[in-house]
C-alpha cells in the first residue's frame, strides 16, 4: 500500500522560507514521478511543481516559478519542496503525490497516490 507522508508545514511571514517533506513507503519511488499540489480555501487543487524518476528535470507552475524548488533523493525515498519568498497567496494545504511512470505531468488525474497533506499559512 503507497504511503504519502508529507511534513514541514506552519505559519510563516510573508518573504520567508520553508521546506516540505514527503516521505514515501510501499512503492518503487524511483519508478515514480512525484508532484506537489496545493488547495487553498474555497479553491480547486492546483498544480505547483512536478519531478521526474532521475531528478534531472522539473516543472512548476507560473505562480511559483523562480520562487519554489522540487527536489527528491531516491535513496530516502523523499522528495522535497524548497518555497522561498513566500506570499500570502501561497497560503494552502501542501499535498504530495505520486504518479507511476515516466515523463513530467501536472493534471491530478494522472496522479494515482496522494498524502494527506501539510498546512502552509503566509501572514502579510
Known amino acids: 500500500q503507497v504511503q504519502l507522508v508529507e511534513s514541514g508545514g506552519g505559519l510563516v511571514q510573508a518573504g520567508g522560507s520553508l521546506r516540505l517533506s514527503c516521505a514515501a513507503s510501499?512503492?518503487?519511488?524511483?519508478?515514480?514521478?512525484m508532484g506537489w499540489f496545493r488547495q487553498a480555501p474555497g479553491k480547486g487543487r492546483e498544480f505547483a511543481a512536478a519531478?521526474?524518476?532521475?531528478?534531472?528535470?522539473?516543472n512548476y507552475a507560473d505562480s511559483v516559478k523562480g520562487r519554489f524548488t522540487i527536489s527528491r533523493d531516491n535513496a530516502k525515498n523523499t522528495v522535497y519542496l524548497q518555497m522561498n519568498s513566500l506570499k500570502p497567496e501561497d497560503t494552502a494545504v501542501y499535498y504530495c503525490?505520486?504518479?507511476?511512470?515516466?515523463?513530467?505531468?501536472?493534471?491530478?488525474?494522472?496522479?494515482?497516490?496522494w498524502g494527506q497533506g501539510t498546512q502552509v499559512t503566509v501572514s502579510s
Open positions: 503525490a505520486a504518479s507511476y511512470g515516466v515523463g513530467l505531468r501536472s493534471r491530478t488525474a494522472d496522479f494515482g497516490s
Open positions: 519531478i521526474n524518476l532521475s531528478g534531472a528535470n522539473t
Open positions: 510501499g512503492l518503487t519511488f524511483r519508478s515514480y514521478v
